[in-house]
């Protein structure tokens, strides 16, 4: 009891002496698997993110943590680490946790639980109500061999007729499911399902797992005298002839080209690229995240090979720090080999993320962005709607610079923009006199946003396109 007495008068003290710029934070609760030597960092935009930053180190006072932070950024946004980003904090189920963001006043002090560590994890299932395992043991006539297949279904699936477009993606252990993944999950069906929330749509992904030993040999139609590889063939002959066909007959899908897309990483992005383009009557739209081009060197010379047949939706993601950035390189070289094979330019996206690293994080925070682009047909058909009872103008979207807003009330608004993650770029109390000028987002880089408009009475959420 006197420990935590000492704590108030030290807070209070603190608090009186130097309330301008400090922010107090108090860990109240950490996980009970937390290593008993583990010291808790505070990561954020106030000190560039850094993980392992020792001028944040907590304090420890008996079972909990206290720091307080000089800091002048506003709001602020953090996490807490034990000294790297494979040690970040999770949610409940040991899954990603969205960055947290605190308005601040002067002296605040802010009384916290850590949930999880995301490298601790958690035994417990994380993925949505609405994905499923479709076979635990789905034979693949090709390779003589059977396989986990994993199925997201729309959150209207069952209360509608509509039928949905399908993403085909490999790697299924990564995709959904915290507790089976290798390294962190996708949270694909987190994202589909806060586009729904946010757009009123989605599409079916059906998730294959990959084979363990077998997934280097599956994931090439080449063969690597050090790794192996020589069955993709086999791998996009299951897919295309008995999964897509399965997939058709028993579920509500849009069975056209312009209907279908496949995603994949590393590997998983190598064999997209060359069943997508072997297979163009199948498959308009290519998701190829951190590829691994350097698997063989005719990756280089087969778009010449086959050629354009069909109008293709082609995404290429490198993270900066890559192989040291040659991955960023390489699908630069790779788009304007496309090109010249007769591919559309205009049909061709490629985004580098300087500090995108070679791994689950980078390709969950970048999933709902591709989406969008690779699906804009479908997901952007329509205008904005009324929503909740309130008629909402948000236009232009896409924009440039500048998002003008209007609400039929006359109220003080929170806006908010959020990327696809939950990651907070913009929060402000905003009056209708304010937004008559627009929001000026023009710095923010290219992509997609959720803009987050709340009222006393209700909350709304659109996502917006930077040009």
């Known amino acids: 009891m006197k420990v935590f007495k000492i704590f108030g008068l030290f807070v209070s003290i ?24 583990a010291s808790i960092y505070i990561a954020g935009n106030f000190n560039n993110w850094n993980p392992s930053d020792t001028t944040t180190i907590m304090t420890k006072i008996g079972s909990q943590y206290f720091k307080t932070l000089s800091i002048t950024t506003n709001p602020i946004q953090f996490k ?25 006043s002067p002296g605040d002090t802010l009384k916290l639980t850590i949930l999880s560590w995301e490298d601790l994890g958690s035994t417990n299932s994380t993925a949505a109500h609405n994905v499923s395992i479709l076979s635990n043991a789905f034979f693949m006539p090709p390779l003589n061999r059977s396989r986990r297949i994993w199925l997201y279904l729309p959150p209207n699936y069952a209360t509608s007729t509509d039928s949905f477009p399908v ?45 363990g030993t077998q997934r280097i040999n599956e994931y090439s139609p080449w063969v690597n005298s050090q790794y192996g590889g020589g069955q993709g063939d086999q791998y996009i002959d299951f897919i295309v002839q008995y999964l897509k066909p399965y997939i058709d007959s028993a579920y509500r899908t849009q069975k056209s080209r312009n209907s279908t897309g496949m995603m994949g990483s590393s590997m998983g992005g190598l064999i997209t690229f060359y069943g997508g383009l072997r297979n163009q009557e199948v498959f308009s739209k290519l998701g190829i995240f951190s590829p691994s081009y350097w698997f063989s060197n005719q990756v280089w010379s087969y778009p010449a090979s086959v050629g354009k047949k069909h109008p293709m939706r082609i995404y290429q993601l490198a993270g900066g720090l890559e192989s040291n950035g040659s991955v ?6 790779m788009k304007q080999t496309l090109i010249a094979a007769g591919f559309a330019e205009q049909g061709i996206q490629n985004k580098v993320v300087p500090n995108g690293q070679h791994n689950e994080a980078f390709w969950r925070q970048e999933f709902g962005e591709a989406v969008l682009w690779l699906f804009a047909d479908h997901y952007f058909m329509s205008s904005d709607e009324v929503s909740s009872g309130k008629q909402i103008s948000i236009f ?3 924009f440039k610079d500048t998002v003008f807003i209007q609400v039929k009330d006359q109220k003080n608004y929170e806006i908010m923009v959020t990327d696809l993650t939950g990651r907070v770029y913009y929060l402000a109390r905003l009056s209708d006199q304010q937004l008559i000028n ?18 006393i009475e209700w909350n709304i959420s659109k996502v917006l396109i930077r040009n």
């Open 14 to 37: 603190l608090v009186h002496i130097s309330a301008v710029a400090q922010l107090h934070i108090l860990v109240q609760q950490v996980p009970a698997n937390t290593p008993l030597s």
């Open 80 to 104: 807490f680490t034990r000294g790297s980003w494979q040690t970040v904090e999770g949610n409940q189920n040991g899954g990603y946790l969205p960055n947290r963001v605190h308005i601040w």
């Open 167 to 211: 993403l085909y993606m490999h790697d299924g252990q990564n995709l959904f499911d915290q507790s089976t993944s290798f390294a962190g999950e996708w949270q694909v069906d987190e994202t589909l399902n806060s586009l729904y929330s946010s757009m009123g749509k989605s599409i079916i992904v059906v998730g294959i797992d990959n084979g």
């Open 328 to 333: 960023a390189q390489q699908i630069a070289q």
């Open 396 to 398: 232009p979207n896409p």
């Open 438 to 455: 627009g929001l000026d987002l023009s710095w923010l880089k290219s992509g997609a946003y959720v803009l987050h408009i709340k009222s």
